[in-house]
């Protein structure tokens, strides 16, 4: 089976500017997660996805936005990027919502210059 | 909400060694996973151990959920085991969300 994916697996933008990432999940899977990796505040929870309906949400701006396809398939939104958005975003699927066990994909290193 | 607690926050051993991680959280857990982050970011599944003992190979785990601690052994270290490892678990009460302890970073060294 194969694992999930994220693309693009490196980006480089201007602050001010708006980034999408995109995250496939382990096939069957139904429930998405995103987290953001930064040195100083370690991983922290953005969102979960689960049949198209964002149903947790960490403690994050309002630029900070996501979805759900019907395939399950999730993307994430930055607008109005800043350099503390500098990070590493990932994205893990799981087959049930909330406490079932998580499964990462290879992640998205955006540098926000 | 809920606290994880990793420790030591380093530790560094020579080839062959043997160590314990351990993460403390401060509440109930309905989920409780360990990870190791390879040098390029992705997080490998280690184990997924609400409860209980298991083993797989040179590591193992066990989850005390009523004392509100788990420990991950690696055993006869090899330098490939270096690298960081998380904790996180998800609150049996609040949010159904992972929360992340900070890690611990493990060096062997040959």
């Known amino acids: 089976k194969a694992g999930v994916t994220q693309t693009p697996r490196y980006l480089i933008k201007t602050r001010g500017q708006q980034v999408t990432l995109s995250c496939s999940p382990i096939s069957g899977h139904r429930s998405v997660s995103w987290y953001q990796q930064t040195p100083g505040q370690g991983l922290q929870f953005l969102f979960e996805y689960f049949s198209e309906t964002q149903r947790n949400k960490g403690n994050f701006p309002g630029r900070f936005s996501g979805r759900q396809f019907s395939n399950s398939r999730s993307e994430m939104n930055v607008s109005t990027l800043e350099l503390g958005d500098s990070a590493l975003y990932l994205c893990a699927s799981s087959f049930l919502q909330g406490a079932s066990e998580q499964y990462f994909g290879p992640g998205t290193r955006l540098t926000v210059t | 909400g809920i606290q994880v607690e990793q420790s030591p926050p380093d530790l560094i051993l020579q080839e062959g060694a043997n160590s314990t991680l351990r993460c403390n959280f401060s509440?109930?857990?309905?989920?409780l996973q360990w990870f190791h982050q390879n040098p390029w970011g992705q997080l490998i599944n280690l184990f997924y151990i609400p409860s209980g003992t298991k083993q797989n190979g040179r590591l193992s785990a066990t989850t005390v959920a009523t004392e509100r601690y788990s420990l991950l052994y690696i055993s006869s270290s090899q330098t490939t085991d270096s690298g960081v490892y998380f904790c996180a678990v998800v609150n049996g009460q609040g949010a159904q969300k992972l929360v992340f302890g900070q890690g611990t970073r493990l060096t062997i060294n040959p």
């Open positions: 509440d109930s857990v309905n989920n």
